[in-house]
């Protein structure tokens, strides 16, 4: 009796069913899966937390649109250099930026700021970059005879060394990472930026206040003056009432002129005493630092002509424009990490290593342990979260964005006036000049008639008031107008110019 052994049928194969079909039939059900895919992902993104109707329709201003030509006309003048002080022929003024751009503290803060942002750059820049790290660990543990642990090891002590190597990096399909730090670098423009603010604001405080003090000892050079020309006053009125021609009332007249002027030079000397201490604060100094500070020797500076073309460049050319400009390129950036947020992250990660107990068999082929694999995060629910963190870096972008159009108006007004201040300034002088000049020739009369008793004192006292305060007021609107040249050297950025991006920023952007 011959048998036969017939070969088992396959789980998968049906009846009257060939090979060939079932290798179809499975080619179907993939096909069917790979085109479920990418619906499946479609739902479930549609599913979850999403930014619609999250927007912004603010812009930053074009310097173009504003209305300047009339207040801001070209002249074909040049912008201020970074050595704009030099104009007024002060070796000394010069020397005393130069010492508060090394040792002022609010540069100090500045630059510290500055090195933030750049630590803050390199850390966001290190997030695109793969991370590999290394450690070892050693532990001695008893391990549990009710746990996963099996025999010999369970209820006993053992060593457990630890040695690997791992990696990781996130694929950053969306752009987060990139978008981060191209929000770092912009944050450390706008520092860098801001940085140069403050020497522009340190450098045009020191000038002011150099010239105030220059002020200052016009005046009291003025106010000596007057007090020699009141002793001259008493001393022709005591002689008139020697010979009777006087009386006691001109005599304490002009004594007590002659007490109200060494007052006022008194007052000077004390306001000349609290501007050195105030120049030593800019410095960065002790009070005393003041105190060796020189006259200033302040020339009349350059001729004041504004460049052609100001308003649009001046965008490129005040340093608080730059800065507030970088700002809102940090924040259009913070919005598409915000937006990136979104969407799922995927992150690589691989490990090599070994594990052992004890030292015998720590380097053994046998305690070899690796791993590889993806990490998928997916928001679904947040109750709101990410939408709440993408309207707040909306509301940081058209904060920005009206910091800049603000920072722009302000800009162009405080060059407008004080182009206008000077002007005015000048037309006043040439005023000024003619009448201290007929002033002091009153002055010189009067006190020759009054000598000559062919008039009263009260003539050339009158006389000497007026010549008191034409001075005063020449000297005034002298120090006034190259206080507004060292304000208008400011307003025009006082040197700076924004630096060109480098190749690798422009690869970014």
């Keep these: 009796m011959s048998t036969s052994t017939t070969k088992p049928s396959r789980p998968d194969r049906r009846i009257g069913q060939s090979p060939g079909d079932a290798r179809a039939r499975r080619a179907h059900r993939v096909s069917l899966a790979a085109r479920a895919i ?6 479930v993104l549609a599913g979850c937390a999403n930014y619609a109707g999250i927007t912004s329709d603010k812009h ?27 104009q007024f022929g002060d070796a000394q003024l010069k020397a005393l930026i130069d010492e508060a751009l090394q040792t002022s ?4 803060m500045a630059r510290a700021r500055v090195a933030a942002a750049t630590a803050f750059s390199e850390g966001a820049d290190a997030n695109t970059l793969p991370q590999v790290g290394a450690g070892y660990s050693w532990t001695r543990q ?4 009710s746990a996963l642990v099996p025999p010999p090891f369970a209820g006993a002590w053992q060593s457990e060394n630890k040695a690997f190597i791992n990696a990781s990096y996130a694929l950053d399909l969306w752009g987060k990472n990139r978008e981060a730090l191209k929000s770092a670098v912009s944050a450390l423009h706008a520092s860098e930026a801001e940085a140069e603010q403050v020497k522009l604001t340190l450098s045009g405080a020191i000038a002011r206040a150099y010239n105030e003090l220059a002020r200052l000892y016009a005046l009291r050079d003025i106010a000596q003056d007057e007090v020699r020309q009141r002793r001259e006053v008493l001393r022709v009125t005591n002689g008139r009432v020697t010979l009777g021609l006087d009386t006691e009332v001109e005599k304490r007249t002009a004594e007590a002129n002659l007490a109200a002027s060494e007052v006022a030079l008194s007052s000077l000397d004390g306001s000349l005493q609290r501007t050195r201490y105030q120049l030593g604060a800019l410095l960065g100094q002790g009070p005393d630092r003041g105190l060796a500070i020189h006259r200033p020797a302040l020339g009349e500076g350059d001729a004041v002509r504004l460049p052609d073309n100001l308003p649009a460049d001046l965008i490129s050319r005040r340093p608080d424009i730059v800065a507030a ?11 598409k990490v915000a ?3 979104f969407y799922p992250d995927i992150n690589l990660s691989a490990m090599i290593g070994l594990d052992a107990f004890g030292w015998g068999r720590f380097l053994r082929a046998a305690s070899r342990t690796a791993s590889v694999g993806p990490a998928i ?18 509301a940081e972008f058209d904060f920005a964005v009206a910091h800049y159009n603000e920072t722009l108006v302000a800009a162009l007004t405080e060059v407008a006036t004080q182009l206008s201040n000077l002007r005015a300034v000048d037309a006043q002088i040439d005023n000024a000049v003619r009448a201290d000049t007929a002033a002091h020739r009153a002055q010189t009369l009067a006190l020759a008639q009054y000598k000559a008793g062919l008039t009263t004192q009260l003539t050339a006292l009158n006389a000497q008031t007026n010549a008191l305060a034409s001075s005063q007021a020449l000297a005034n609107l002298r120090m006034t107008r190259r206080d507004g040249q060292i304000a208008l050297a400011a307003a025009l950025g006082g040197g700076y ?5 480098s190749e690798h920023e422009k690869v970014m952007r």
């Design 142 to 145: 008893r391990f549990s005879e």
């Design 339 to 341: 937006k990136a947020e």
């Design 497 to 501: 110019t924004a630096p060109a991006a």
């Design 60 to 86: 930053m201003a074009d310097a173009g649109t504003y209305a300047a030509t009339q207040s801001i006309p070209a002249e074909q003048g040049r912008w201020p250099s970074a050595d704009w002080a030099a």
């Design 105 to 108: 503290p609010s540069l100090e």
């Design 377 to 394: 995060h997916l928001p679904i629910f947040d109750g709101g979260a990410l939408r709440a963190q993408l309207k707040g870096r909306y």
């Design 38 to 43: 990418p619906v499946l992902v479609a739902a």
């Design 325 to 335: 400009r970088w700002r809102v390129d940090a924040t259009l950036h913070d919005i």
